[in-house]
């Protein structure tokens, strides 16, 4: 389906991913294959229950889709989040994966189910289904804690789907990597994949990391700091080895992997804007956008000023997110909400992924010649 020079960002399905993607250019969607996440249902704290049944969750995910992203490229759905109960069923007692694909298919929109090895049998029963429906074949997703014993997890998987390795897609998923042990994870990810069973026999093989934290402790309110990307560094290491098959990229953008359901009454967030450069993630941190003093959400325009000042601002006409950062500075855009930095954030890191993927395996092929 592709090769090592693709990016496989994943994207939890949240309005700011979703308008973020709507705004790529059309060159840069060709570049990638986002792996979608349906996020778990919000809880409603005051009420002490789901916000919205499954049905209402994902209601409107075929339409969502097709009006962010299109329908003329393939993208994967990992629907895990949402079957973590894997007795979830919609109204009229259909699996929310199948009831997923059905809708895609009635939107002629293209995808691929994702499964991992804690999905329960409800969820490898839709998942088989899809396979023989519409034979998209399927994406395994191997996280960290499954890839020290690969042989015995990709047999099994094997024999339960009907698909041969040439229409399954293998997502090595690395999750969160402390960046002071990059070098120790490195050979990690080398070895897992000098070991890995029918490595080229696999329709597609990726590598999938992310050094962004859960909260960004470690930053002072009113500063600006950095962390290093420890899975770009990884993978353009990997790149140096010899393997007889390369990865394509992956990372989750600007988000950590974890979901946290945290009481909104209680939280107390700082105003953030999350810039991703060459081989760092870059945070201008303000202030809480629920004090007055510091002017709630209008403090964004001084953070975006000192954002087109640092010397990793990548230029106005680099991406719709920085375009926006750049007028918001200069007071000619909205301040925004949380939504609106997620949204300029990931479109900004979209670009510059996929760019700088695209970059570094033509140099590599520039110097073999």
Known sequence: MFNENHYVPVLR???GEQNAIKELDDKIKNKITPLVEIPPIDWDFENECPKKTIDEHIKNFASQLKNSWGSANTIFIDAFQICIDD???TVNK???LKHIFDSLLKENLNAIPVICP???LNYEKAVHTIIETYGTGYCLRLSDKHLDNTD?????FLRKFPASPEKIDIILDYRYIDPNHTSRMSSLVAGTLLT?????DWRTLTFIGTSVPENLSSIPTGTDGSIPRSEWLIYKKLLSTNLSRFPSFGDYVISNPEYISIDPRLIQMAANIRYTSNEDYLFFRGHSVRSPKFGKWQQAQTLCKRLIEHHSFYGKDYSYGDNYIYECAHGRNSTGNAETWRKVGTNHHLTLASNQLSSFHD???ARSQ
Do not use: F
């Open 13 to 15: 399905w949240k309005r």
């Open 87 to 89: 007795e979830e069923m």
């Open 94 to 96: 259909i699996h929310p």
């Open 118 to 120: 804690n999905s329960g």
């Open 152 to 156: 015995e997890l990709i047999s099994t």
């Open 196 to 200: 890995l069973p029918y490595i080229n």
């Open 363 to 365: 140099s590599l092929v």
